[in-house]
């Protein structure tokens, strides 16, 4: 019997589709029942009250704490809640700022995407309503995400996909590969992404460093245009890897006609006719929605809407398309959403009412939904989503509005 049989997966949640609108669905009230009236997760004395980086993963709708030290590391298949808590600079005396982040893996089920939107929200209730959201999908890391971790690492599998049963059965003849690249659009800090990829030898670039685990030996496959970064890091990670076992490593650079052998390993040898040595791939996921999110930026001019129950009646209305933003024009009273291409912030008045605001990420993802369905090529979807609060805007969203 193949370790896979028997096995009955969860439907795979399409990053597409809006977690967000399940909020008072059938699976809203699951999740409540299952809540019942408090969430440990959050009752644990630190939440709210010290500042530092804390996360859980979402399983059978309950909020696990992941473990310290497999911070930076996710799985595909999962969705996760990160939170970060941090003191403002000289002035103890004030309350912490917070920042949640819910991450959803490419194949995350939708069960838990919609738990992990609803657990978010519950989140910033706890924490009395102040603190910025952050939706991240996998492969598009907004900057604010990516600086958390001094490296991040994103593997196949998840808890819903029975990874850690295969994962027990499989056999000592393993094939892992990795692609160890550094974030885009992030500066001389930014943090390196470890990615497993499919293991092919069509999975190699010359922009990046890949490791290939093959079981009894490691090799280290150096792409012509990679960094000296990647290169350390692609170290670190392989001496993390022999930590738990003994095998041999070895290193090979593009430039050697022996980093032939890497790809042979992939099969590419079984391509006959195919000169595989000058068809490696240019680009890498992450730069490619990069390149989407800045071109959605460049084509589409900023916008911002009202979302306002004044009149009796939900109303969302174009305030203003085109041309400069400003602080002030926004309304305490209603919630607003910043489209600036790259990005879709929410801004929640003080004096918004209730209605506005637990309707805001249910708003925000049916719009992103409405720009995909006219630009049904591009990566929109997937741009990051925000959400402020009025006296608590981030520092990122203050430079995406004139004072």
Not at 105 to 123: H, P
Not at 124 to 142: C, I, K, M, W
Request: charged letters at 30%.
């Amino acid at each position: 019997m193949a370790p896979h049989d028997g096995l009955v997966h969860p439907e795979q949640y399409d990053l597409k589709d809006s977690n967000v609108e399940l909020i008072n669905s059938s699976l809203d009230h699951r999740v409540k029942h299952a809540s019942a009236a408090t969430e440990p997760a959050w009752n644990n004395g630190a939440i709210g009250s010290q500042a530092g980086l804390f996360i859980w993963r979402i399983e059978d709708f309950e909020v696990i704490p992941w473990p310290k030290e497999r911070y930076g590391e996710f799985y595909d298949g999962d969705s996760y809640i990160v939170l970060h808590s941090t003191k403002i600079e000289n002035e103890d005396d004030k309350p912490l700022r917070h920042n949640i982040f819910f991450w959803l893996g490419s194949k995350t089920t939708q069960d838990e995407a919609g738990t992990a939107a609803y657990k978010t929200v519950e989140l910033d209730e706890f924490l009395n309503g102040a603190a910025t959201q952050h939706r991240e999908v996998q492969g598009y890391p907004s900057e604010e995400f990516t600086a958390l971790f001094r490296r991040i690492t994103i593997r196949a599998g998840g808890v819903a996909s029975g990874f850690t049963h295969v994962e027990e059965e499989m056999p000592k003849e393993v094939t892992t590969l990795l692609r160890v690249f550094k974030s885009p659009g992030g500066g001389r800090g930014a943090p390196i992404i470890v990615y497993e990829v499919e293991p092919t030898w069509r999975s190699l670039d010359d922009d990046d460093v890949f490791v290939l685990d093959k079981g009894e030996k490691i090799w280290v496959w150096q792409g012509k245009n990679c960094s000296p970064m990647e290169k350390a890091m692609a170290a670190q990670v392989v001496s993390d890897m022999t930590l738990a076992k003994h095998v041999d490593v070895e290193v090979l650079s593009r430039h050697e006609s022996r980093s032939r052998i890497v790809v042979d390993l992939l099969g590419g040898k079984d391509d006959e006719g195919v000169d595989v040595t000058s068809t490696f791939k240019a680009a890498r996921p992450v730069s490619q929605a990069k390149r989407a999110l800045e071109s959605s930026d460049g084509d589409r001019p900023r916008k911002l809407f009202r979302l306002s129950d004044a009149s009796g009646e939900l109303e969302f209305d174009l305030v203003k398309e085109g041309g400069k933003v400003r602080k002030s024009d926004f309304d305490g009273n209603d919630v607003f959403l910043y489209d600036v291409g790259s990005r879709l912030w929410v801004w929640q008045g003080l004096g918004a009412s209730q209605r506005e605001k637990a309707l805001w990420i249910k708003v925000a993802q049916a719009y992103v939904r409405r720009i995909q369905s006219q630009e049904s090529e591009s990566d929109v979807y997937s741009v990051p989503i925000s959400k402020v609060v009025q006296d608590y805007e981030s520092p990122s969203f203050l430079k995406a509005v004139d004072v």
